[in-house]
Every structure is written in structure tokens, then in C-alpha cells.
């Protein structure tokens, strides 16, 4: 049984940062894609930090470069995302997904971090 905890989500001020994480569970996750998406109330869930199997490459969507950073861990079957500058407009519920394409809507998904930016 496949299974994504994710941990480090809270609350911050405006400036602030966070770090979260997400621990894979219940099968090798070495030859897929990993990373992030997040849903602020009222809206669609949206693409945030994508890695590729081997980290080799990252990718982020726009709102978001030059502020957070995705890393993965193959050994702990981790994925981990630095998130630096944080913005009111961050707040939203995170989840860490796995899939075969980085950027793309993923296969196995974990229930989710709140994170809560205050100006």
C-alpha cells in the first residue's frame, strides 16, 4: 500500500520560511518524479515544485522561483522543499504527489500540509 506523510507545514509571517517534507511508503519511488502541489481555498489545485527521478532536474511554476527549492532523497524515498520569502498569497493546503512526469498531475498523492502566511 502506497502511502505519503507529509510533516513541516504551520504558520508563519510574511518573510518567513518553512520547510516541508513528505516520506514515501510502500513501494520504491527511485525511477519517478516527485514534488509538490498546492490548493488555496476556493481554488483548483495547482502545480508548485516537480523533481525528476534522479533530482537532475528541477522545475517550478512561477510564482514560486527564486523562493522555494525541491530535493529529493532516494535512499529515505523523501521529498523535501525549502520555501524562503514566503507571501500571504503562499497559504494554501501542500501536497507532496508522485508520478512519472514532474510537472504533471501525479499518481499517488499524501493528505495534505497546511501552510498559513499572515502579513
Known amino acids: 500500500q502506497v502511502q505519503l506523510v507529509e510533516s513541516g507545514g504551520g504558520s508563519v509571517q510574511a518573510g518567513g520560511s518553512l520547510r516541508l517534507s513528505c516520506a514515501a511508503s510502500g513501494r520504491p519511488f527511485n525511477s519517478y518524479a516527485m514534488g509538490w502541489f498546492r490548493q488555496a481555498p476556493g481554488k483548483e489545485r495547482e502545480f508548485v515544485a516537480g523533481i525528476t527521478w534522479n533530482g537532475g532536474n528541477t522545475y517550478y511554476a512561477d510564482s514560486v522561483k527564486g523562493r522555494f527549492t525541491i530535493s529529493r532523497d532516494n535512499a529515505k524515498n523523501t521529498v523535501s522543499m525549502q520555501m524562503n520569502s514566503l507571501k500571504p498569497e503562499d497559504t494554501a493546503v501542500y501536497y507532496c504527489?508522485?508520478?512519472?512526469?514532474?510537472?504533471?498531475?501525479?499518481?499517488?498523492w499524501g493528505q495534505g500540509t497546511q501552510v498559513t502566511v499572515s502579513s
Open positions: 504527489g508522485v508520478g512519472p512526469r514532474a510537472t504533471s498531475w501525479y499518481d499517488y
